[in-house]
């Protein structure tokens, strides 16, 4: 893959993250922002004896502008970084055209960035959490996507080594569970981060997390359709000037 390849989907990546980025910012404000002003209201209903905090930037602008801003980068970063990817893996993790390898690279995104992440230190909503903890917290969690992304790559790396011995089907099973063994020993070895409060409740916190999760997966399968689409109008006319002829025009084989 030459590097006006690599430049076109690099652009092409961002472009389909900017896109994704905005369904996602649909979902987060219909879905999560309910959930985190329950959370706050809940949270200053119980600040009993506490002074009122100086608010330098308003809850109007932190639910629209700021959660739009962010929402946004974070989808052309990750578009640009998952175009990079995909660069490398196309033609390398199977015999997948442009589009499902752009899905397939989606998928293993989410839930190597995120859900496997997630599962061991889910999000939790305003007033969740002791301040005086969350250094650890967040460099607990990102120590949880670094083990993840490391595993998922050497999974790959071993069910292709696999594959020439026992076969497609046989070498993807045994890597993924052996994956999944390796997530688990993770997860019982890292410490557990239990700072609910006992009267927070339940229901609040179980839509927060949904929400969370779907603003993500949002993201991500969006991504996938949309820059598949892009790779494939990308890649594809490449590979067949490639195998045109010496004049790079397509051969004829009828008048």
Request: aromatic residues 10%; charged residues 10%; hydrophobic residues 55%.
């Amino acid at each position: 893959m030459n590097s006006a390849t690599v430049r076109s989907l690099l652009v092409r990546g961002m472009l389909a993250g900017l896109a994704a980025g905005l369904l996602a910012l649909l979902v987060a404000y219909l879905l999560g922002e309910p959930q985190v002003d329950a959370a706050i209201a809940f949270e200053d209903a119980h600040a009993h004896g506490h002074e009122d905090a100086v608010e330098v930037v308003s809850r109007g602008v932190q639910s629209t502008l700021g959660l739009a801003t962010g929402v946004l980068v974070y989808g052309v970063a990750l578009g640009g970084i998952a175009a990079l990817a995909y660069c490398f893996a196309l033609g390398r993790v199977g015999r997948f055209g442009p589009r499902a390898t752009a899905l397939l690279l989606s998928g293993a995104a989410f839930a190597a960035v995120y859900f496997v992440p997630f599962l061991k230190y889910p999000a939790n909503p305003p007033s969740v959490g002791d301040p005086d903890s969350i250094g650890q917290r967040t460099a607990l969690y990102f120590l949880m996507i670094a083990l993840s992304v490391l595993l998922t790559i050497a999974a790959v790396i071993f069910g292709k080594r696999l594959a020439p011995r026992l076969g497609t089907w046989y070498a993807t099973v045994v890597a993924l569970a052996a994956f999944a063994v390796a997530v688990g020993l993770a997860y019982a070895f890292l410490p557990a981060v239990n700072e609910l409060p006992h009267d927070f409740p339940a229901l609040l916190l179980w839509k927060f997390r949904v929400s969370a999760l779907a603003v993500q997966l949002a993201l991500w399968a969006a991504f996938g359709l949309l820059f598949g689409e892009l790779a494939e109008r990308a890649v594809r006319p490449r590979e067949a000037a490639a195998a045109s002829g010496p004049d790079g025009a397509a051969v004829s084989s009828a008048h």
